[in-house]
């Protein structure tokens, strides 16, 4: 899908709040509601709005642990990739996961309530999995900066 102007305008508003009414969004990218409305169902099935969240605060939540964890798995067969890629996608305090290049085959964000929740996540779960390797985690001390919004 080719982006014009006013899809640019329209991905910038909604991703810096996916609660605005339609009669808002219209104003803010100056076009009529049922145009902005149409834009709208393009960009969804054109598969370039995938999908609307609400954020939350991890830390007010008590997730206030937050881990980048390289693993290295024990081959690179279809096989390996896709069980350790579903017991990723199965363990809901993995939050975000990344094919790598480089000296690791996968980073992954993980979040925890306690240090020692994550130390049983790490031995129990992680290391202990049959396609796992090894494994190397980075405690978060601060986030700095944390977007969603991707520059259109």
Known sequence: MQLQDADRRILREVQGDATLSLKDLAQRVAMSSSTAWRRVQDLEEAGVITGRVTLVDPALLGLTVCVLLNVNIVAQSTETREAFERFVR??????????????????????????????????????????????????LLRQVKNSTVLPV
């Open 90 to 139: 199965n363990h809901e305090n993995i939050l975000q996961c990344y094919s790598m290049t480089g000296a690791h085959d996968y980073t992954l964000m993980v979040r925890t309530r306690q240090v020692a929740d994550y130390e049983r996540f790490l031995m129990d779960e992680l290391l202990a999995h049959p396609s796992v390797a090894s494994a190397q985690s980075q405690l």
